[in-house]
């Protein structure tokens, strides 16, 4: 049946510890008989799809699976001094020998990594050379994690400026595009209560902001609340590096909040222009920035995108 399917392509897009999802919707299409012949990734999408390019992915699943809170604290090399909260050499090191150490061009599958020249905005692809390299450039996200040098450029995540890379999956030669957007459906949206400027008693009723703004219930603090019960230095950077709570966000939420919304204003111009052929929205919303630990949940919710859709994947490969 994949002989007779056209030239498939998958653009995996960005999104932290929900991009374990990325996971789901390639076991989820497998199971549907369907293999993207071709992988164009951004960020954590760039992660899974380099695993899925060398035949790794099986290998990447067990040890996602594996995490404990504690366990991806581990793996946060704390660095002030090189641009970002965490040096993520740490973290490479473990990711390497779980998706090869190889060149780009001798994956098992064509496979372009996506990252950002942090000073000119130019969006770099990653065609061909170090596979750790492209992967950790495209996975830098600003502030967080340490930019990449190459050459005389230093690079960041690809999601600054192509968050779900649909126009390098087509520029790869592919006949249908399938695109997966992590942030496809949102929490609970901030309301704001309506307060009548005109009125000086409904003005004095609004000075606390807690009786103006309501957020959902969850708590995205979860993970950084170890950070408190572990040891004295680490305590002492809890506040600075914590996500904080629905009331006070700490550094961590600032930074991925507003990245978030950057990605997303920038995610509806690009998909305008160059829209998927299928766009897959795995149910990752309730899972926080750094919840890399739940990865079964995403992983979960990345196949059951895929069975959401199965009648629509079926009538655009005439199956």
Known sequence: MQDALPSIGIAL???AAKGWAHIGVLKGLAQMGIA?????????????????????????????????????????????RRGGLISGDKVFDAIQNRIG?????????????????????????????????AVRASCSMPGFMS???????????GAVVNPIPVSVARAMG???VIGVDLHGYRREKIQVL???????????????????????????????????KGKDYIAGLTNKFSLGNKTEPGMLAVMSQSMDILEQRHKRARLIGDPPDICLMPKVSEIGTMEFHR????????EDAVKQAEPLIKAALGL
């Open 13 to 15: 897009g960005s999104g």
């Open 36 to 80: 993207p012949d071709r992988i164009a990734g951004c960020s954590v999408g760039a992660l899974v799809g380099a695993a899925y390019a060398n035949n790794r992915l099986e290998e990447l699943e067990e040890w996602v699976c594996s995490f404990s809170s504690w366990d991806v604290l581990g793996l946060m090399d704390i660095s002030w």
């Open 101 to 133: 150490e190889l060149l780009i061009e001798d994956l098992k599958k064509p496979f372009i990594a996506v990252a950002t020249d942090l000073y000119s905005g130019q969006e770099v692809w990653f065609r061909q050379g170090d596979l750790r390299q």
């Open 147 to 157: 930019p990449v040098r190459q050459g005389h450029r230093w690079l960041v995540d």
């Open 174 to 176: 592919c006949q249908l």
């Open 194 to 228: 309506p307060v009548d400027l005109n009125s000086q008693k409904a003005a004095s009723e609004t000075v606390d902001a807690d009786t103006v703004v309501k957020t959902s219930a969850h708590n995205e603090s979860g993970f950084m609340d170890l950070l408190a």
């Open 295 to 302: 990865a079964k949940e995403a992983i979960a919710a990345g």
